[in-house]
């Protein structure tokens, strides 16, 4: 039987999860402080200033646009999603204002999103050498390089984002799929439940944490935090998707079919969860397998969330 999961988060401004049972986790688990209130997020701000008239020729139409190239008209191109152009637009505008760390991130950002990740390396490096406490700069940075095989590289990079923040749980689920791309499992749990000490609603730690039990063969340990994610966050269906792996490992053949089809209603295009549907259908069910509450494991791993949080002092 094949699997076909997904454990990274979307590109947005992005973020992924072998194993022991769950109680030794537990147990084991030494989860650092820093629980205190969340920061409000570092908005992708900009000093402001206006460059002088430049010509720039976009990759998409090869026409010159004339004129200032400012931080803001080139993330206007960016929110469009024309990544190519909004590259070209945000290099114009570090040239104009250079001591501008803004600008070479957005040149990343750009860049990576238009599937460069080496220019978006480059980019991100000139932005840390301008700002070396730029933490998103350190944190997409580290996930260039875990996207490019390299997550040994990347761990310094997060380990530094989330010394200058240790408060946001993006740092800690960022460092999760950096130890488990470096085969670190109960690294990676310990990482994840550190990011759901810090913010409890974060599904995407939840979403990963599910897929490190998983394709370890803990179906049964996936299936409350992949339940709870998809109640957090129901239109994502890779949650949903992951549910129905996590249920069809554990021989709730009927439950999963209903999870991949809330898959396929959150993106009718989702093709894992198509083949997935039609696979498990199928199968016939274990009648002596007791049917799964899941509304029961989100309550249990609600608890667990909160036994953490108590652990490390929270």
């Known amino acids: ?52 008239t430049a010509i720039v020729t976009t990759p998409t139409t090869g026409s010159p646009i004339v004129g200032p190239v400012t931080f803001e008209r080139a993330e206007s191109v960016y929110h469009e999603r024309r990544f190519d152009e909004a590259t070209t637009l945000f290099k114009a505008y570090t040239e104009s204002s250079p001591k501008n760390p803004w600008g070479f991130y957005m040149v990343g950002m750009s860049s990576w999103k238009s599937g460069d990740r080496t220019g978006a390396e480059a980019a991100f490096g000139r932005a840390l050498q301008l700002d070396s406490t730029h933490v998103k700069a350190h944190l997409n940075l580290g996930r260039v390089l875990i996207e490019d095989g390299r997550p040994s590289e990347a761990v310094p990079h997060i380990e530094r984002a989330i010394a200058l923040d240790s408060v946001s749980s993006e740092g800690y689920r960022l460092l999760g799929r950096a130890y488990d791309a470096l085969g670190k499992t109960d690294s990676a749990v310990s990482a994840y439940q550190k990011a759901l000490v810090r913010d409890d609603g974060d599904f995407w730690a939840m979403n990963n944490l599910a897929m490190v039990f998983i394709r370890q063969g803990k179906f049964e340990d996936a299936l409350g935090p992949l339940a709870r994610a998809t109640q957090l966050a129901p239109e994502v ?42 696979r498990v259908r199928q199968l ?13 494991l989100v309550g249990k791993f609600v608890l667990l969330i909160e036994q953490w949080k108590t652990e490390a002092g929270c």
């Open 237 to 278: 269906a890779t949650f949903q998707n992951n549910l129905g792996i996590a249920l069809e490992g554990a021989g709730h053949l009927t439950a999963a079919a209903q999870a991949y089809q809330a898959a396929i209603v959150a993106d009718s295009t989702y093709g894992k969860a198509a083949t997935s549907l039609a």
């Open 284 to 296: 016939k069910e274990d009648p002596n397998i007791p049917p799964v509450d899941l509304t029961s």
């Open 1 to 52: 039987m094949r699997y076909q999961f997904t454990l990274t988060e979307p590109r947005r401004h992005l973020e992924w999860l072998g194993l022991i049972p769950l109680a030794a986790v537990i147990v084991a688990m030494v989860l650092a402080a820093a629980c205190g209130e969340k920061t409000p997020p570092r908005a992708d701000a900009s000093e402001g200033t206006v460059g002088p």
